[in-house]
């Protein structure tokens, strides 16, 4: 596997579900990153990791809650979604986290598309 | 904090025809300026970016991008375009924070 890779592809959940989505990132970068992207909308950040270490948690409702057990996994995890929360959810990884300047290229995941019924 | 704007929601271009695509931002010093790429069932890919010095960025894929201060843009651009080149097109900005934003995005639709 090369670049980032994320899974499932597709998930299909109802509102009293618990489920995972796992991102790995083979790049040997240093930050992570969740973002949620719904249609015709700018991409939202979510979650920041640093050495795993979370940096940002951007105003997201706690039925996401993220892990990141090493530089190279990423899991949000979810429970009680609502249907609002129906959208592709990308993660992306950079070189480094870089808190003064926003020039370190971010490499992006296929993404999961997320159905909440 | 940083802005950008992709003022074409859609465009329709035939196969063989230039492409431009137009990115505004907003921010107050000089900016760092990306343009990705997603292709149907896919993640963001990146095209371009925009550090400092050239203000014409080479990216992959044939396409090109000029930084234009004065204007506050970014725009992208192909001289000429295959089918393969139809996708939706993000433009981002970072600033002096470790924080990127995207724009809304343009859908490209390649005619035969």
């Known amino acids: 596997e090369t670049g980032v890779t994320q899974t499932p592809r597709h998930l299909v959940m109802g509102m009293t579900n618990k489920k995972s989505l796992k991102c790995e990132q083979h790049?040997?970068?240093?930050?992570m990153y969740w973002y949620k992207q719904s249609a015709k909308k700018p991409l939202e950040l979510m979650f920041v990791?640093?050495?795993?270490?979370?940096?940002e948690n951007n105003s997201v409702p706690s039925r996401f809650s993220p892990e990141c057990p090493n530089s190279s996994h990423l899991f949000l995890h979810l429970h009680t979604l609502q249907p609002e929360d129906s959208a592709l959810y990308l993660c992306a990884s950079s070189q480094e986290f870089s808190a003064s300047g926003g020039g370190d290229t971010q490499y992006f995941g296929p993404g999961t598309r997320l159905t909440v019924l | 904090a940083q802005s950008v704007t992709q003022p074409d929601i859609h465009i329709t271009v035939s196969e063989g025809a230039s492409l431009e695509l137009r990115c505004n931002y907003s921010y107050g010093a000089t900016p760092y300026l990306f343009w990705y790429v997603q292709s149907p069932g896919q993640g963001l890919q990146l095209l371009l970016k925009?550090?400092?010095?050239?203000?014409l960025v080479q990216g992959i894929k044939g396409f090109e991008a000029e930084f234009k201060r004065s204007q506050s843009s970014f725009n992208l651009r192909k001289p000429s375009v295959h089918w393969s080149d139809a996708a939706e097109y993000f433009c981002a900005v970072g600033g002096n924070d470790y924080k990127l934003s995207f724009g809304a995005g343009t859908t490209v639709t390649v005619r035969a």
């Open positions: 925009y550090f400092s010095g050239d203000t």
């Open positions: 990791y640093s050495l795993e270490e979370r940096v």
């Open positions: 790049l040997g970068h240093n930050a």
